[in-house]
C-alpha cells in the first residue's frame, strides 16, 4: 500500500474530527493526511505516546519559555522530516516567529506522495 492509498480519521489537533459528506467519520489521505500528521507530531510531548517515548516536539511546552528561534526552527524541521509524506530532499524550510503568547510556524517541503510543494502555516498559543 502506497502513502497515497492509507487513510487517517480527518481530526486536526485541538478540533473536532471531521464527517464525511453523507455524516460518516471523514477520512483525509494524501497531502492533507501528512499535514495533520505534521501539526500532531510538533504539539504533541515527548514521552505522551507510551509506546513511543520519543515521538514528539513538545511546542506548547515550549512557549512562555525564552524562545530560541534557530533551536526550534531546527527542533521542527528534524521533526518533520520523520513523517513519511514529507520528499527527503529537497531539505523542509521551516520559519518562526513570536506572536503575543505563542509562535506562528511555516513550514515549507515537498510530498513525497505527489512530488509537489506543500505549505503548511500554523500558531501554537498558550
Known sequence: MTQQQLNDVNHWVGGDI???????IGMVNGDTRTQERIVRRLVTNAG????HPDYGAGLPQKIGQTLDIGALRGLIRS???????VAPTPEPQVD???????VSVHIRYTSAITRNPVT?????NK
Not at 521533526?79 to 509524506?85: D, N, W, Y
Not at 518562526?96 to 505563542?102: C, E, R, S, W
Not at 503548511?120 to 501554537?124: E, I, T
Open 79 to 85: 521533526q518533520v522530516k520523520l513523517e513519511a509524506g
Open 120 to 124: 503548511l502555516k500554523f500558531s501554537v
Open 48 to 51: 505522551d505516546y507510551i509506546f
Open 18 to 24: 471531521g464527517t464525511s459528506p453523507t455524516g460518516d
Open 96 to 102: 518562526v516567529a513570536a506572536i503575543t503568547n505563542g
